[in-house]
């Protein structure tokens, strides 16, 4: 199966401080890949020296087989887990921007962006501004934004954070639909449980090295352990480390 994604002996260091240690994974085309570790293990990092956003102390971060570039090739959506719309506008409005920056035309754009209110049962608020929205309502603008163009590669981070149950299961069911059209999926979550229902291979990060890679069984077989929570314990201990994952 072809790389979409290739990480090759990726350093950072941040003054005298070295974020990333020699780290390489690879994802593959179509797969859905959980990006894991506790906060400061060097997700962020990475994922802003894909995006071209951090010049690499060392190695190589490709994506389509060469660094990234809004017009390299890849239909990319990223969902950062930090919202990042102009909350002074309508939600409408808001997406048909965006939509006609991804290459929509107006019309699709606003047809694309009613579809999708109309599925997360935000239509109803589509002339508000957006920040007469909730934080999670934000969040489901914010994932229709990314994913309104069918974009081969989504990048999310912590996207169901915050949200109830029944949200929660609304957005998985989305994400699912678009990995069943063959998009690739990169997760950046702490809910396990998540990570194990849809990923088909993970990467644990600790101190900005791979703890853990390979397929979820490969993982737990490895750790001998029945679950990733259970994996996650391991690696990281029980203490306040595992706990400000």
């Known amino acids: 199966m072809t790389n979409i994604l290739e990480v090759k002996n990726f350093s950072m260091t941040f003054g005298s401080t ?59 959506g990223y969902l950062p887990e930090e919202r990042g719309l102009y909350k002074k506008e309508s939600v409408l409005d808001t997406m048909v921007y965006f939509g006609q920056l991804k290459g929509l035309s107006r019309q699709d754009a606003q047809q694309v962006s009613m579809d999708y209110l109309k599925r997360v049962e935000l239509d109803g608020k589509a002339h508000l501004k957006l920040d007469k929205l909730s934080g999670g309502q934000q969040q489901k603008v914010q994932l229709g934004i990314t994913i309104m163009d069918d974009p081969e590669l989504l990048i999310l981070d912590e996207p169901t954070k915050g949200f109830d149950p029944v949200n929660r299961r609304l957005l998985m069911d989305i994400i699912e639909e678009h990995q069943a059209k063959g ?49 996650f314990l391991h690696v990281y201990g029980s203490g306040e480390e595992a706990q400000n994952a």
């Open 18 to 76: 070295k974020v990333i240690n020699n780290l390489s994974f690879e994802v593959k085309k179509g797969e859905t890949f959980g990006f894991l570790g506790s906060n400061g293990s060097g997700k962020t990092t990475t994922i802003r020296a894909l995006l071209g956003l951090y010049e690499p102390t060392g190695g190589e971060l490709l994506i389509g087989g060469k660094p990234y570039s809004v017009d390299g090739g890849v239909r990319l």
């Open 183 to 231: 998009a690739t999926v990169i997760m950046v979550s702490h809910q396990m449980d998540e990570v194990e229902r849809l990923c088909d291979r993970i990467i644990l990060l600790k101190n900005g090295k791979s703890a853990a890679y390979g397929t979820v069984a490969e993982v737990k077989k490895k750790y001998h352990m029945k679950s990733l929570d259970d994996v």
